[in-house]
């Protein structure tokens, strides 16, 4: 019998789940619920349909688990508590600050549904939340890191394009190897923001635009560039949709600890390197809509997070075979 | 209500998992035991007294979890399920050819006592086969690569230290850069044993031993050697005090995957760089010994290992305060 999934929202977070679903077996997508009229909406598999949001009511025997793929400003804060009265759902709310927030509001609606919602899956919050958490049981003193990038930040990006003159933009975050280096070797160093991370802008203006005002804008602009070392770009359309049309990511979580009364160091890393940054966060969502189906199966309620749920309920494969396999 | 603590075998796994309950607020040691005369047995608590194995029975309503700090070969086998018996237990268990059996074993007799019983605990097995689970969950299609060091293997030392001639040995086992990062760049490389680790050995011999003989008796020692490129290189006992008396190790986990029908590459890359392998596997123990108490007060019993129970049991915060510092 498999996880029967149901995709709300088909941007490119949508459309990546879809590829993830094709990639397990287990995994069965059912149905895609848009915004946009279902007519005008092209999807990669054959079969399945698109349906207006507003059908949604009628998929609650059709659909084991909800992913929902929009947004984290507007869509989610309300879409995870209303979908969480009707299904299990899996969200990836990324505003960490509100966090506690979203996650009671989910947590009443699922509790009362007798459904499980897991929220701010993904790698950041997510595989990161997770691996500060392993790291800092394992090792209670000492110091967190978290680098980002190289990848690119779709908000810096959005910050710049509203600039006047400006065309498009893409904008690199990209962490700063020395800065790597120095958390690596054990010394626990404070590091600004700036000695942290880059910011590297590739811009497209409109014709005669001036690009001393611009550049001027971007590299002094408050709380997204101000902070940072900019290096600006000005390049043609044609350049940009050519060299900067991937939607890479990553980063690394480090924790730099001691033991024996500070005798001893260690340095336990985590990174991701990736290069589409939607496809993965959705093979995140995946795993964790299995896990959520598990859990629900088996009577679990309410809302959780990756913190929660054991680890084995990512897998398809059966705690004798992962004791086999991977222990 | 703290977590009392006993220490079972005091070698440096135990000297390790002494000094890890000093960084644990919640956790207290209660009793060490040692097959040793206990009055020979010095330990580093004040107040801590060592008492024989055999008295171990008095015990069961004064300690909530006993960590097992016997080796793999032959304490193990035997003492994880006669403990199983009386206590909650933790172990380290790492002969990967031989866990499911060990399971199963302590798996009877926890299931019948009511108690937890996590083995297989520490870094591999342990923090490694979770991140083999988690990598290997996101990405289906891949593949995965685990390589170890730069730090001492105890067994290859000490198979050195059985060849006639010498008085003394450490052997490092090194990853080799450029196989790392072929598996880094995405390309899915297959490596040979040789591909991927390099040997180097520290030895102390004999006044007028055989240096040719020896260096030759290493380099082609089937299973330990003979597969590997191995330098060997004679050092006096004094410099081996000095220089190679650390027991430093680590090593990275990685997982190489694709998405969207191959078109798009991703990398996740778990690491470890230990000063002391016995005290970082004594950090990881002691944190799964807080997992086995939360998880026993609330009805759990029966073998468990890494990839079972929630990951926010290991830590010492509230499920709210996780949610807010590491989300």
Known sequence: MK??????GYGNLGRGVEAAIKQNSDMELVAVFSRRNPDSVKINTDGVKVYSCDD??????KI??????????????????????MFNVIDSFDTHAKIPEHFDAVNEKAEKSGKVAIISVGWDPGMFSLNRLYAGAILPEGKDYTFWGKGVS??????????????????????VESALDAVRSGSEPSLTTRQKHTRECFVVIEDGADKERIEKEIVTMPNYFADYDTTVHFISKEELEKEHSAIPHGGFVIRSGKTNGGKNSHII????????????TAS??????RAAHR????????????LDGPPSYLSTKSGE???RELL
């Open 295 to 306: 859990m629900n199966k088996e009577g679990m309620k309410g809302c959780k997070s990756v």
């Open 56 to 61: 949604i009511e009628k998929f609650t025997d």
């Open 284 to 289: 995140v969502l995946l795993c964790y809509a």
């Open 154 to 175: 779709q908000g810096h990006s959005d910050a710049i394009r509203r600039i006047d003159g400006v065309v498009d933009a893409k904008q690199y975050t990209i962490p």
């Open 3 to 8: 996880t029967r999934i149901g995709i709300f």
């Open 64 to 85: 084991d688990v909800l992913i929902l793929c929009g947004g984290s400003a507007t869509d989610l804060p309300v879409q995870t508590p209303e979908m969480a009265q």
């Open 321 to 323: 075979e992962l004791r």
């Open 269 to 280: 890393e985590y990174s991701l390197k990736l290069d589409s940054n939607p496809e993965f």
